[in-house]
């Protein structure tokens, strides 16, 4: 297994647009962990592989969350949290990827969690303001990450915590679990 070897396999998951997301990711993750003293090689590797599932069927991700036991309660919260847990999955089933915090930042990049490790941060906050992302708000993320990873997670969450609000949809408690650590963090 090689960089360049998983570059191709997670190319082939997915259309061109996503790979093009994922490469911006990437690229954003390595500027993060360099600004903030992280690990470029496992912020890069996490990033490479984050959304690696993100087109895959819905029903083969809620085979693979059935079958292999992820949270059941993914299943009644929105599919776009699955491929997050999903993917985790997959890169340590099909790619022998067995690096805990590369797992987990991969598993917690759409949720979050409590207690956000330094690559979890970097991979989720690297996946919302990638330059090809282009949200009402964006920039004023980019801004913030600049000064505070953990300020500017915060100010993402709750970008999507109001759209979900909007859209009259469920909110995955575990995303504002992750918010109010995060909010504690800056204290
Ligand atoms: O996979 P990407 O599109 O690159 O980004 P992502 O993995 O951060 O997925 C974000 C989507 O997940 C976004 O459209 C909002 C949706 N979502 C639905 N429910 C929740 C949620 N995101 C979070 N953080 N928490 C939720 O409860
Ligand atoms: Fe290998
Ligand atoms: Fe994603
Ligand atoms: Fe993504």
């Given at each position: 297994m090689?960089?360049?070897?998983?570059?191709?396999?997670?190319?082939?998951?997915?259309?061109d647009k996503r790979w093009?997301?994922?490469?911006?990711?990437?690229?954003?993750?390595?500027?993060?962990?360099?600004?903030?003293g992280g690990d470029s090689a496992k912020s890069e590797l996490a990033a490479l592989l984050h959304d690696y599932s993100k087109a895959w069927a819905i029903d083969r991700m809620e085979a693979v969350i059935r079958e292999n036991r992820l949270p059941p309660e993914l299943l009644?919260?929105?599919?776009e949290l699955w491929h997050a847990h999903v993917g985790a999955w997959?890169?340590?089933?099909?790619?022998?990827?067995?690096?805990?915090?590369?797992?987990?930042a991969i598993r917690y990049h759409t949720s979050g969690?409590?207690?956000?490790t330094q690559l979890d941060k970097i991979v989720c906050l690297a996946d919302y303001i990638e330059p090809g992302r282009d949200f009402?708000?964006?920039?004023?993320?980019r801004e913030l990450a600049k000064q505070s990873l953990e300020?500017?997670?915060?100010?993402?969450?709750?970008?999507?915590?109001?759209v979900l609000i909007q859209r009259g949809k469920r909110i995955f408690p575990q995303t504002v679990i992750a918010r109010n650590d995060l909010i504690a963090q800056l204290k």
């Open positions: 090689n960089l360049e070897m998983l570059r191709e396999a997670t190319r082939a998951q997915m259309p093009k997301h994922t490469l911006g990711v990437v690229e954003t993750a390595i500027k993060l962990a360099k600004r903030y009644v919260h929105d599919k997959a890169v340590r089933t099909e790619h022998g990827i067995e690096d805990v915090e590369v797992l987990d969690r409590e207690g956000m009402p708000g964006v920039d004023r993320l300020k500017a997670l915060v100010a993402a969450f709750d970008s999507t915590i109001e």
